[in-house]
């Protein structure tokens, strides 16, 4: 097991050297701040840090403020104040501010041993009981049996436990992150975190802050330190969802730093380094995107280092009936079942949203059901045609519908979708320059392309 490491912050010299050497026996790695901002350098320098010892009274700053900051910034970490000067009062606050114990100077080693292995204790429970939680809330298993499946599953089975930097290419709706999920899950990093960052969805002037963290008034807003995703994905993963939608700018100033593996917090002057695997994810052909001058060649060789393929729905049809079962139990946990025929009616349709759109129309079709059964009947009109073609959910509307159909919000939707996906082939797919252009926000844009499986 590796030792932990404990950081002691007290003014007094002599403290530091008798604590830190009784620790240092109890087989602990010991580091030490002689001052409540030397602490916080410590503590965003990015060096782990598993337990904080802090005294009280320190002439920079005062040993409460700094416990404020160090809960603000990072909640899990545990700190045990100690004081001579201890009042009721200042443990009663110090507790209420987070700290894990408080013990009095003069300290004696029995009870200090204790509580430093209690509060050990507690963050390594805390911590067992988050990764749990994140684990069982969120596993989606890869569904399905087709040719083309059991070759993805294949792949991510050999390539997840080797360090490889991954690509995963796929149309929208595909599963594209289901497959990052499961190759995090399967991968040696598995205990530590996967942190995304969807680089379609966050503005271009706060991609930098978002993935490297940001100093103490950096710009206007930033109140306080921020940790970057970088910083929180160390010794995990990094997904980088929807990297074709990154700007030139931000493409070059990431290149560096992934392949350094060092940055600096925006607005800061010190070096961070981490350990992190990257996976990326595009919907779009970034091979094309680089002939269109969109996206950087030497990103695209740096990021490509394994690429993996997620097939459209069409290609693996076979997999629709597992696929319905899966998303019936999820949405009317087993009460609600589809008959043959309209499942077999599924197969008429290219399904340019994906697995998504499929979710999507069994979800509508549970909702709007009145027994127990789906049937043909119950379906969009366009599946029942045996046409192939058509747009994404129910939405197969025209611009002529939206003035016929006689439900508001669905002509709205007919109406939406009609208009973004012109919009979007003017700007040639580019969600800010469309967003810009429409007077939207970038974000919102985003939103309103996946909720109407408009294809981009
Ligand atoms: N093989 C699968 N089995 C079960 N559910 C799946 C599978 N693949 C995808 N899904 C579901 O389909 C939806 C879309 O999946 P996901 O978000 O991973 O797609 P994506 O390729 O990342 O899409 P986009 O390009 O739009 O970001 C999700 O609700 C997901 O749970
Ligand atoms: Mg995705």
């Not at 104040?81 to 894990?100: D, F, N, Q, R």
């Not at 969805?201 to 008034?217: C, Q, R, V």
Request: hydrophobic share 40%.
């Amino acid at each position: 097991m590796t030792k932990k490491t404990i950081l002691i912050v007290d003014d007094e010299e002599s403290i530091l050297d008798s604590i830190g050497d009784v620790l240092q026996d109890e087989g602990y790695r010991v580091k030490t701040a002689s001052g409540g901002k030397e602490c916080l350098e410590i503590l965003e320098s990015g060096e782990p840090v598993d337990l904080v010892l802090l005294d009280i009274w320190m002439p920079d700053l005062d040993g409460i403020e700094v416990l404020k900051k160090v809960k603000e910034s990072w909640p899990f970490l545990p700190v045990i104040i100690m004081s001579g000067h201890g009042t009721i009062e200042t443990a009663v606050s110090a507790t209420k501010l987070g700290a894990h114990d408080f013990i009095e100077k003069p300290l004696s080693i029995e009870p200090l041993l204790i509580s430093v292995e209690n509060a050990l204790k507690f963050k390594e429970l805390q911590e067992e009981n988050r990764l749990l939680k994140e684990k069982s809330s969120k596993i989606v298993e890869i569904t399905g049996k087709s040719e083309k499946i059991k070759q993805l599953k294949e792949q991510i089975r050999i390539v997840a436990p080797t360090d490889a930097w991954i690509l995963i290419q796929g149309e929208n709706g595909t599963g594209k992150e289901i497959v990052a999920q499961t190759i995090h899950r399967l991968s040696k990093r598995s205990n530590r975190p996967m942190v995304e960052v969807n680089c379609a969805a966050i503005p271009d002037e706060l991609i930098e802050s978002e993935l490297f963290g940001h100093e103490k008034g950096a710009f206007t807003g930033a109140v306080s330190m921020k940790r970057g995703k970088f910083d929180l994905a160390n010794g995990g993963t990094l997904f980088l969802d929807e990297i074709g939608d990154m700007a030139l700018k931000t493409q070059a100033k990431i290149l560096r730093i992934i392949q350094e593996q060092k940055f600096e917090r925006v607005g800061g002057s010190k070096t961070i380094s981490v350990d992190v695997r990257i996976i990326a994810a595009t919907n779009k052909n970034l091979e094309e995107e680089i002939k269109k001058g969109n996206f950087r060649e030497d990103l695209y060789f740096r990021l490509n280092v394994i690429p993996i393929e997620v097939p459209p729905l069409r290609e693996r049809k076979e997999d629709i009936p597992l696929l319905v079962q899966e998303f019936l139990n999820e949405f009317s946990k087993g009460t609600i079942e589809m008959e043959k025929e309209a499942i077999e009616a599924l197969y008429n349709y290219d399904w340019p949203g994906n697995i998504r759109e499929l979710r999507n129309l069994i979800e509508r079709l549970v909702i709007l059901s009145r027994g127990n059964l789906i049937t043909k009947k119950d379906l969009p009109k366009h599946f029942l045609s045996g046409s192939s073609v058509g747009d994404a959910q129910v939405l197969s509307g025209s611009e002529a519908e939206c003035f016929t159909c006689p439900d508001f919000k669905r002509a709205r939707a007919i109406f939406e979708k009609t208009y973004l996906e012109r919009k979007l082939s003017e700007f040639g797919g580019n969600i800010k320059r469309t967003a810009e252009s429409i007077g939207i926000e970038r974000r919102h844009l985003y939103r309103k392309i996946k909720s109407l499986g408009i294809q981009n």
